[in-house]
Structure formats: structure tokens, C-alpha cells
């Protein structure tokens, strides 16, 4: 395997490739009841995210291991400007 040396066909395969991890992630959510988040930089470090609830539930989750579900909640309010 070698890296791409075309950037637009390294940009539009990312593109393809991110679609898709995205599907198999929601599918796998949904087909278990489990919870994830995907994060990914594209080849212009642009950040992507799918989350299940949302990104930041599952981020808070694994860095706060054991809070209970509303320390997490306050938390993430607190961090995030109380959204």
C-alpha cells in the first residue's frame, strides 16, 4: 500500500471512505445499542466527527469514566459553555 500522491484523488477518496466508516459506525449502533464516536482528520486537517448519541456524550463518558450519568451532564455543560 502506498499513500496517494494525487491530492484531489486522495481528497475524494477520503471523502468515499469517510461516508462509509460513518455508515458501518451508525449501523453498528444501531444494530447493538451501543454507543460510539468516530473521529477524522482529512488531508486538509479538517476535523470529522460521527457520534452516537453525539460526539461529546461518548468523549465525556471515556474521559470521566466513573461519574455518574449527571456528573457527565454538568460536566459537559460546564466545559462547553453551558450549552
Known amino acids: 500500500m ?3 500522491e494525487n491530492e484531489s484523488n486522495l481528497q475524494v477518496t477520503f471523502s468515499k471512505r469517510r461516508v ?13 445499542g451501543s454507543e460510539a464516536a468516530v473521529v477524522v482528520f482529512s488531508p486538509g486537517n479538517k ?10 456524550t461518548v468523549a465525556n463518558k471515556l474521559l470521566a469514566p ?4 449527571g456528573d457527565v451532564a454538568n ?3 460546564h466545559r462547553l459553555g453551558g450549552r
Do not use: R, W, Y
Open 2 to 4: 502506498a499513500k496517494m
Open 20 to 32: 462509509g466508516l460513518f455508515k458501518k459506525a451508525s449501523e453498528l449502533c444501531t444494530l447493538t
Open 66 to 69: 466513573n461519574s455518574s450519568i
Open 75 to 77: 460536566q459537559s455543560n
Open 47 to 56: 476535523a470529522h466527527s460521527f457520534g452516537h448519541p453525539d460526539v461529546h
